[in-house]
T-cell receptor
Framework: NAGVTQTPKFRVLKTGQSMTLLCAQD?????MYWYRQDPGMGLRLIHY???????AKGEVPDGYNVSRLKKQNFLLGLESAAPSQTSVYFC??????????????FGPGTRLTVT | QKEVEQDPGPLSVPEGAIVSLNCTYS??????FMWYRQYSRKGPELLMY????GNKEDGRFTAQVDKSSKYISLFIRDSQPSDSATYLC????????????FGQGTELSVKP
């Protein structure tokens, strides 16, 4: 199993450009998440999904959109990139933790620079 | 004020030292507490998981939760250079599904 994979690994955008980050998981997890990680800020939740066809806002959703058309994929879109969106983006997935655990498995990250 | 506060460090210790990492939080509804370890340029991985108050031990690692003080700790005994990483605390309430609130992360360096 590959676990959680993210595409691309690195990207440089100019202000105003758009792009889509792809997250894929092969663990049949119901829940998927997008985070951004900035120095001194920890991980902050952007958007998440509790199942195919569902999405919800997290802590810092402005400037991002998401879609979950297939259970195994979760896409994060930037419609008009801004320098403030320079960050490392992590995708994660978890099973529906009926035991309360909800262990999140993370991808390797995408390093995005917006100039 | 952030819901979860964690000293970002960096923390540097000699090999074999006991390391104490801590987080405080403000939301009394938090019931599930986790510690993630993140190596440089990698994604976080779950290290310890604790429900409610108490201690949990796994090898050289011990997680403690004191809900009355809203304080959680991770202790690493006999620290090794391979423990050098960023440690993030995370927590959630019982009615938030899988949503986690993370601390800022503490960067730990264990010197040989």
């Amino acid at each position: 199993n590959a676990g959680v994979t993210q595409t691309p690994k690195f990207r440089v955008l100019k202000t105003g450009q758009s792009m889509t980050l792809l997250c894929a998981q092969d663990m049949n997890h119901e829940y998927m998440y997008w985070y951004r990680q900035d120095p001194g800020m920890g991980l902050r939740l952007i958007h998440y999904s509790v199942g195919e066809g569902t999405t919800a806002k997290g802590e810092v959703p402005d400037g991002y959109n998401v879609s979950r058309l297939k259970k195994q994929n979760f896409l994060l879109g930037l419609e008009s990139a801004a320098p403030s969106q320079t960050s490392v983006y992590f995708c994660a997935s978890s099973y529906n933790g009926f035991d309360g655990r909800y262990e999140q498995y993370f991808g390797p990250g995408t390093r995005l620079t917006v100039t | 004020q952030k819901e979860v506060e964690q000293d970002p460090g960096p923390l540097s210790v000699p090999e074999g030292a006991i390391v104490s990492l801590n987080c405080t939080y403000s939301n009394s509804a938090f019931q599930y507490f986790m510690w993630y370890r993140q190596y440089s340029r990698k994604g976080p991985e779950l290290l310890m998981y604790t429900y409610s108050s108490g201690n949990k031990e796994d090898g050289r690692f011990t997680a403690q939760v004191d809900k009355s003080s809203k304080y959680i700790s991770l202790f690493i005994r006999d620290s090794q250079p391979s423990d050098s990483a960023t440690y993030l605390c995370a927590m959630r309430s019982g009615n938030q599904g899988g949503k986690l609130i993370f601390g800022q992360g503490t960067e730990l360096s264990v010197k040989p």
